[in-house]
């Protein structure tokens, strides 16, 4: 169903949220693939089914129809606790509110996943702090989020994010709760990730922030209305048609650092 080099490959998904007796359609049978090493934007006013995708691509809900595959791995018949498992070694998540933890250091904010994964502690700190100086904060690691800048809560979420060391980045409207200057600083740092070979798929209704990715999916409707590629001048050829080709991240529990 993918290409040799395809990391996520979606087959007529369809996603219908079922509210008393209403059915509210979210997707409407979207075909997609995303490479090894892409960097993609997918873009889209409120409604537009960006959210639910991006929700389906990060393994955080189940389509109503159609084949979902990351890495060659259908994820249609696997459980809650396997889709978390595949979830946490394979995804990582950037939100647009930080989601850090009031009292726990950056260092510990980042190994957060580690523990979830079952690493050793004596690894777990070298690998989070690791994370911390890949994003800029190795001489903050042991600063509380109220003794962070907007944009180094970010950067900290990021390292949370990396830290796993996932096989795609997945970004949700990452500089919405920033200035410019910061976001512009986050961007970059994004770029610089995807120039490393990391995967990147960001999900945004901003269209500059859409048109510094290599690839720009926009979405109308529960639809994909175009797919483009190209630099990050806005200058873009159309993209060879898609290939034919799944709820919320567990609550964290602070108690998990107080116990620490």
């Not at 390292?159 to 410019?180: F, H, I, K, M, Q």
């Not at 109308?220 to 159309?238: F, H, K, T, V």
């Amino acid at each position: 169903m993918t290409g040799s080099s395809a990391l996520i490959g979606m087959k007529e998904i369809t996603k219908v949220y079922q509210m008393g007796e209403t059915s509210l359609p979210a997707l409407d049978g979207v075909s997609l693939s995303i490479d090894e090493g892409e960097y993609v934007a997918i873009v889209g006013t409120s409604g537009s089914g960006k959210s639910t995708l991006m929700n389906i691509i990060g393994l955080l809900d189940r389509p109503t129809d159609g084949v979902y595959q990351i890495r060659g791995q259908r994820a249609d018949d696997l459980t809650g606790r396997q889709l978390a498992e595949l979830r946490n070694r394979e995804i990582g998540f950037v939100f647009q509110q930080f989601n850090l933890l009031a009292r726990a250091s950056a260092w510990r904010q980042v190994e957060l996943p580690l523990f979830y994964a079952g690493v050793a502690r004596s690894a777990s700190r070298q690998r989070a702090l690791e994370a911390l100086a890949q994003v800029g904060l190795a001489d903050r690691a042991d600063h509380k989020p109220e003794e962070l800048s907007g944009g180094q809560q970010q950067r900290v979420a990021i390292a949370r994010a990396l830290v796993n060391r996932p096989s795609l980045l997945l970004a949700d409207e990452p500089t919405g709760a920033l200035d410019t200057r910061t976001g512009e600083e986050v961007m970059a740092l994004f770029e610089n990730l995807h120039e490393e070979g990391l995967t990147l798929v960001i999900i945004t209704h901003d269209q500059e922030v859409a048109d510094r990715a290599r690839r720009v999916i926009t979405m109308r409707d529960g639809a994909i209305i175009s797919d483009s590629r190209g630099g990050s001048n806005g200058l873009r050829e159309p993209a060879l048609a898609p290939l034919p080709r799944p709820a919320a991240i567990e609550q964290i529990e602070e108690k998990v650092y107080e116990a620490g």
